[in-house]
Every structure is written in C-alpha cells, then in structure tokens.
C-alpha cells in the first residue's frame, strides 16, 4: 500500500522557497446535515475539493496499527512524536504528499480541510499542513471532539506552514479551517496560525468554504486569541469580539459561500443523493472549474445516529463530480486494498521530498484516474455519446446507491464480508466499464 511520507528535514531548512505567495485560497466547498433536515435520523456530511487542474487526488485505506514507544511520523514536511496506536482511516489526499483533503475512520468521524486567506499571512516555514491535521485528527480522535483536541494541540506544538501546492516555482501558503463531524455534533475550526476559534453544530446545515465563517457564536477558543487580536489592532475590548470581522481580509467576511445557500435552499429533507446533486452543482460554484482550478476529488459520508447501522462514505477518486461515480465503502475487518486508485510510489526519489522540492513533476495517475480521463474527453467532445455515457455511469452509481439504502434500512445485522471488497469492486466496474 503507498504510503507517502516526508524526510525529516532541519529546522534551518525548513522553508518554503518561493517568488511569491498566492493570496487567493480555492474555493472548496465542505457541508453537514442534521436531522431533521437530513433525511431518517441520518447526518450528512459533504466536501469538493478545489485543487490546481492537474493535480490528481488518491483514495488510501490505512489500518488501525500500533506503534513502538517513542517512534516518529513523518508527515508532508516534517516528524513528530507517533501515539500508542492509530485508528483505521479512508482518505483523498493529492497524491504528494501525507495528509489528506478529507476523509473518514473506523468510529464515524469525518474531517474535510479548507485553505482560507485571512489578513495575517500563514507561514513559509514548513510545519504540519492543514491537510496533515485532517489525517492527525483521524488517526487520533474516535469522536469529533477527540478529534478537534488533536488538531488543535498539534497546532499549538508544531504550528502550520509551508507549500500547499506541488509547485516548485511558486510557495503557496494558507492558514486552515476545518469541518469535524461526528454521529452527534459537528465542530467549524478556523484558524490563524497558532490562534483559533471554534463552534459548536448539533442541528440544521452549515457550510465552510475558504473564508472565515465564525462571528460572534464561538464555543471554544484559543485562550490568547483576544489577546492577540488587540495587540495586533484588530480589535478592541469595547467592540463585540466577531472573529470572522477581526481576522478576514476586508469584506472577505460578508459571505461565506454560495454552497451555503444550495443547501439551506433545499426544501425537502437532505438525503446522500441530494448532497450529490448539490457538489455536482457548476451553476452555483460548489463545483469548481475554472482556468486555475478544479473539483480533483469529491466524499460524501452518511452517519447513522443511534442504532447499529454502518457509516457509508462514498469517494469519487477522479475529478470534477458531475462527470464521475460516487463510489462507497463501509469500515470492516479485512478491507480489500485498492490499488487502482492509488497513486504510483517514487520513494526517496520523491521530488516532493527533496530539496530544493518540486523541481520535477512526476506522473501521478493511477488506473483510475487514466480510464477516467477517457470518459471525460468523451463527454467533453461528443455530445450525444457523452450523454449517453453519463446516464449509463449515473446508473451504476444508483445501484450502488440502492445496496446501500437496504444496508441502513435493514434490520438484520450486517454480514462484514459482504462488505470488505465493496469500495474495489466498485473502483474495479467502473474501470472495466471505461474500457
């Protein structure tokens, strides 16, 4: 199984060497749904992950592992101290580095990650990626909370920074926000280099994209972050303390994202299909295509609250959701690997670990983005074909849309190895169906 990891470098080299910083973070998407606007008692958790165009998005199992006293990880740039044991995760992540866009693990926590601009500049110096956050997060929290303890301790001890893009020419720096989610509750970080605010979601939808989204509703916060924000002279006792109005780039606070209204929009209760129909979405923006930049991968999560039915997560693997399969998998003993949707492996010979990084740009398709890339031209160039195409892919979606209704409508138990090639033989149809 590929396994992406960073060397550990100096901290005297740690730096991202760059011309210049781009200011203006993707316009990623990342959404929730509680009952009762989402639909049998189910919570629904959505993200389209906006990356340059050619960048190619891998889905990874990893298993729950325990690990030697004292050992290290090493992440995207950098190594910090490993815990006892890691719990069982499925991620997308662009295939260069170690941390992850979104994802989910064995107890039905899902993290999705957005890179925000904000009027203090993230750091060049390289620390954790926001994307490693989301992976920590998921390796360590079996709840949303545990989980956004993690992020924000790691935050604290190690900061965050460097290169968000496999760029060689140009550094790439944001701070992060985070949408964790659970069973029962969801929790919006934002953050602003060590500093951060939180809010608490246990009802309705809510959606973060790249701007601040926090105002004055915050539920935990970074003990310092008044403090600093006065000391900066972006605030000052006598006003209400509105995080998004102190810490964006001015106006950048005035609306979070146009995703925000196709959900809230929605007038009937919030199902999976709906949630993909709504990352499908090019009209509204939710589904990004633009010169710079494209939806490289989508995730779709359904949690069950209370009862014993499994959490279902579907990955698209390939770009641009509204020409793509949603395909699902469920956490069991025995998962079936997939190697067809990861990346190729180029060890130390990595350009991404090497310094200077990024001098080359090596291929990173795996089989099925390349059999997808065919489906796509079709699309692109034969109208007619390309309708055809889409509706017949639509439909093996639907099938696997319909098995897994009767998972979580059913009463009997489910059988685990009924379910462990689920998300390969998906990935493994589609392929064949390409072809």
């Given at each position: ?95 260069w580095l170690w941390g992850a ?115 004055s509703k915050i539920d935990a ?57 709504i990352l499908r979405d090019k ?153």
């Open positions: 199984m590929l396994m992406a990891c960073s060397v550990f470098i100096p901290a005297s080299s740690r730096e991202c060497r760059s011309l210049f910083r781009m200011s203006v973070a993707p316009p990623s998407y990342c959404f929730v749904a509680f009952p009762p606007r989402a639909k049998d008692g189910l919570v629904v958790f959505g993200k389209n992950s906006a990356r340059p165009r050619d960048e190619v998005q891998e889905v990874v199992y990893i298993a729950a592992a325990d690990h030697e006293p004292e050992s290290k990880v090493e992440c995207t740039y950098i190594a910090i101290d490993q815990v006892p044991r890691t719990h069982a995760i499925v991620i997308s992540r662009p295939a866009e979104m994802g989910a693990n064995e107890h039905g926590v899902c993290i999705a990650n957005e890179a925000i601009s904000t009027r203090e500049p993230a750091p060049e110096n390289e620390a954790l990626l926001g994307m490693d956050l989301v992976r920590l997060g998921l390796e360590r929290g079996a709840t949303a909370k545990e989980a956004f303890d993690v992020i924000v301790s790691l935050l604290e001890e190690h900061g965050q920074g460097g290169n968000y893009y496999e760029d060689g020419n140009l550094c790439h720096t944001f701070q992060s926000a985070y949408l964790i989610v659970d069973r029962e509750e969801a929790w919006v970080l934002e953050t602003i280099g060590k500093h951060w605010a939180a809010e608490k979601i246990t009802e309705g939808v809510k959606c973060i994209c790249n701007q601040l989204s926090i105002t916060e970074h003990p310092e972050l008044r403090s600093y924000a006065e000391g900066q002279g972006w605030w000052t006792t006598d006003q209400e303390f509105n995080f998004s109005e102190v810490f964006s780039q001015a106006d950048d606070h005035l609306g979070c994202c146009s995703g925000k209204d196709s959900l809230e929009k929605q007038e009937e209760s919030i199902t999976v299909q709906t949630m993909m129909n009209a509204s923006g939710v589904c990004v295509d633009s010169d710079s930049f494209l939806t490289t991968a989508s995730i779709v999560s359904v949690l069950p609250q209370g009862g014993s039915s499994p959490c279902i997560h579907y990955f698209t693997g390939t770009p641009d959701p509204s020409r793509s399969i949603f395909k699902p998998f469920i956490f069991v003993d025995d998962v079936k690997l997939v190697p067809k949707v990861q990346s190729p492996c180029f060890g130390e010979d990595d350009p991404a670990k090497k310094e200077p990084r990024f001098l080359e740009k090596p291929d990173r398709r795996h089989e099925l983005y390349k059999a997808h890339e065919w489906a796509r031209a079709v699309i692109e160039s034969d109208e007619d074909q390309g309708h055809k195409l889409m509706e017949t892919m639509l439909d093996l979606e639907k099938q696997g849309l319909e098995a897994m209704e009767s998972i979580l409508s059913s009463t009997d138990p489910m059988d685990p190895t009924e379910v462990a090639d689920l998300f390969y033989d998906c990935v493994d149809t589609e392929i064949k169906f390409f072809k």
